[in-house]
Structures are given as structure tokens and as C-alpha cells.
């Protein structure tokens, strides 16, 4: 069961009924966040709160959706987190790590937000949903939309690779291609959820994605029998996964499930599009948008997130960093998990070992420390 209590403004605090559909918070336009009631879980322990369902709904008892029946699942989350020796051999690492989301269904990990997502907004009465995305959000949207029985809408930039446009309509949405960027799609969807009513699913304009996404935080707890590790590098975009997982650490220090210590929180963008690096530097709150972003990581091709605050804020609190890397250091990298580990990752995967050489290179990460690379989806989808 859910123990699910009500929605807070990431900003101002306010508080939101969580069984009624809710986007950002209406005062400040900024995400708003799920909060549970901790207390009863954490009194509950471990063994009982968590399920043996081989997927992220193991956790159910820490995700949003009320009625077991509600769920809508295709098997997402619970990938393996793989000892990366050769890899980490050729950094003069001994204790390296890949977290391969590539084997979410979709191929990559916004499997997880859109189950949660689809699967809350079907509980509550969601029969039509709209997405702008890069790719990867659409084809996950595109499928939990298909199971859940909803008619989906996509809004995708018309350089798109042709792989993510073949699997949406194979799955029934109906694309809209747009001439612009994910920030243009955006607005694009923005205007037709307000035309048809149907309920907008852009990544941390509603609540559940990011509930999804934050259970890769909680398997890296238990896949590190409770430790978590030194260094978690993550490809930034919207920035979700990087806000769940650091919402999870939090979430599960309250429950007593770990200690004190946290992961130092890396965000890695490519220097065509790195508004969070940028920002970070400078000492800034919120990240000003990127002029001309250009990149092939396209997961990471946002040049404006809702969530800026909130990543860097976790890159702050947990001791962090970013860094920026170059489209040709990103595919050398993804060239080389793909030759030394037998993982075909996404471009914005092999950002994640560019950045790992930087932060070794200056001493920011130390060779026998525990690292987290982050592959987040499959390279299949980015034909040449
Ligand atoms: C969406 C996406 C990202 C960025 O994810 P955020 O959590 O929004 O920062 C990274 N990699 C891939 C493959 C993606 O599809």
C-alpha cells in the first residue's frame, strides 16, 4: 500500500491535495514534490515495507499510486548494476561500477517515470496525455499510454533519430514533429493539452515522474547492501533522475534504511548545452538558459529546466560537481564501455566515463573510490 500523504511546492512549501491531478504549484510555477508518511513505513521495516515484485514496484509502499490494480507495468526498474573491471582497470580504477539502465523496456530509464506517471494519472482519471520529448520520454510514454488503454500525444523536434518516431507510431501515438528544440515541443504541447484537455506529462510538471525516477536511488542502496557509494556521475538533462535519487537518499535516511553518508552527486552535460555547469561555477541559484544548444547526446539537449534549483542544490548538498564534455569525448566514451564492458550505451551514457577521466585527472575522484557510471538508455535508437 501507498503511504502516500500530499504534494509540496519544491519552492515555497505549500502543500497540495496528492489525490487530485496537480502540475507545477500555482504560486511559483515550480515542481511540486510527494511526501509520504515516512514514519508509518519506517515502523513498518524493511522486510515488510518492501514487495518481491522483480520490478521499481517493490517500493510501491514509497511511490504514489494507491490500488495494486492500478499499476502499469511492462517489468521496468531493477536493472543490474555491473562491476565495470575492464573499464575500470584502463582508468587505474578498482572499484567501478555501471548502473545499465539500457534494460528498462523502451531501452532506457524513462521507463520508470512513466510507469509511475501513466500509471497515477490512470488512477485518477487520466484518459488522454500529451509529451514533448528528445525521444527516449515519448517511446516509454507511448508504451505505459498503449497498456494503460490512453491515447497519447507526442510532440518531438523533427531532427529526432528515426528510431524513436517508428517506435511512437508503432505504439499508437499520434507525433507531431515541431522545428525547435525540446523547449519549443514543450510549449507546442502546452497548447494543445489546453485545446483537447488532455494532461501534460512534461518531466517535473507533474509530480510522478520523478517518483519513478527516484527508485534508482533506492536500488543502488540495495544493491550496496545499504552503503551507498562514494560518486554517482549522471548525464543531466531535465535533471529527474539526479532530484529522485538524491529525494531517495533523503527519503531513506528518515527511514533508517542508511546512514550519514551520501554519494557526491556529479552532473555531466556536453559543452554545446551545459546550463547547469555553468550555472554551478557561478555560484547560482537558478541556470539562465543555454543560447544555440547543439549536441548529439539528445537527452541532453534541454537548454532550460524547471527543476535548474533542485539540481544544483543536490549537486551542492552532497558535495558535488559538474562538468562539461565534448561531443567527441562523449562518444569516445561511448566507444569505450561499449569495447571493454559489452555495453552499447546511449551517447549520454558514454558522457558519463568523459567525465570520470576529467574529475580523475584533477584529483576530484580517486582511483580506489566507489563510482556509479550511469548508462541511461541503449545506443540502438542513435543510428550514424
Ligand atoms: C532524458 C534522458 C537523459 C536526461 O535525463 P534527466 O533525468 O531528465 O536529466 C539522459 N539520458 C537519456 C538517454 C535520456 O533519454
Not at 523502451?106 to 520529448?133: C, D, M, N, Y
Not at 525516477?213 to 551507498?228: R, S
Amino acid at each position: 500500500m501507498s503511504h502516500l500523504t500530499h504534494l509540496e511546492c519544491s519552492l515555497c512549501g505549500r502543500t497540495f491535495d496528492a489525490d487530485r491531478l496537480q502540475r507545477l504549484c500555482p504560486d511559483c510555477a515550480r515542481p511540486l514534490l510527494a511526501r509520504y508518511d515516512l514514519a508509518s513505513v519506517r515502523a513498518l521495516g524493511r522486510e515488510a515495507a518492501l514487495t518481491d515484485e522483480p520490478t521499481m514496484w517493490r517500493y510501491r509502499a514509497l511511490l504514489p499510486v494507491r490500488k495494486p490494480e492500478n499499476v502499469v507495468s511492462l517489468g521496468e526498474g531493477l536493472t543490474p548494476l555491473t562491476p565495470a573491471r575492464r573499464l575500470g582497470e584502463a582508468l587505474g580504477m578498482s572499484h567501478l561500477y555501471i548502473k545499465d539502465e539500457s534494460l528498462n523496456p523502451t531501452g532506457s530509464f524513462k521507463a520508470r517515470g512513466l510507469s509511475a506517471a501513466i500509471s497515477r494519472a490512470s488512477e485518477l482519471g487520466v484518459q488522454e496525455v500529451v509529451i514533448p520529448s528528445a525521444g527516449n520520454a515519448a517511446g516509454a510514454m507511448a508504451a505505459y499510454a498503449a497498456r494503460a488503454g490512453m491515447k497519447a500525444h507526442v510532440y518531438m523536434p523533427r531532427d529526432v533519430p528515426a528510431p524513436f518516431l517508428l517506435e511512437c507510431r508503432a505504439l499508437g501515438a499520434e507525433v507531431v514533429l515541431v522545428d525547435g528544440l525540446i523547449t519549443d515541443c514543450g510549449r507546442e504541447a502546452r497548447r494543445a493539452a489546453e485545446r483537447g484537455g488532455w494532461f501534460d506529462v512534461s518531466t517535473l510538471k507533474e509530480p510522478y515522474r520523478l517518483e519513478g525516477k527516484k527508485t534508482m536511488g533506492y536500488e543502488l542502496a540495495e544493491q550496496f547492501e545499504w552503503d551507498l557509494p562514494d560518486v554517482i556521475i549522471y548525464p543531466t538533462g531535465g535533471g529527474t533522475g539526479l532530484i529522485g535519487m538524491w529525494k531517495a537518499f533523503q527519503e531513506l535516511g528518515e527511514l533508517g534504511w542508511i546512514g550519514e553518508r551520501r554519494p557526491r552527486m556529479v552532473a555531466v552535460q556536453p559543452t554545446g548545452c551545459a546550463p547547469i555547469v555553468r550555472a554551478f561555477h557561478a555560484g547560482a541559484e537558478f541556470a539562465e538558459p543555454w543560447r544555440d544548444a547543439h549536441t548529439v547526446a539528445a537527452g541532453l539537449r534541454v537548454p532550460a529546466a524547471v527543476g535548474d534549483f533542485l539540481i544544483l542544490r543536490a549537486l551542492r548538498e552532497s558535495g558535488g560537481t559538474a562538468v562539461a564534455v565534448s561531443d567527441e569525448a562523449l562518444l569516445e566514451g561511448q566507444r569505450r564501455m561499449a569495447r571493454l564492458e559489452g555495453i552499447f550505451a546511449c551517447p549520454e551514457g558514454g558522457a558519463t566515463v568523459a567525465a570520470l577521466e576529467v574529475l580523475l585527472d584533477q584529483g576530484w575522484i580517486r582511483p580506489d573510490e566507489r563510482v556509479v557510471l550511469f548508462n541511461t538508455g541503449t545506443g540502438l535508437k542513435y543510428p550514424l
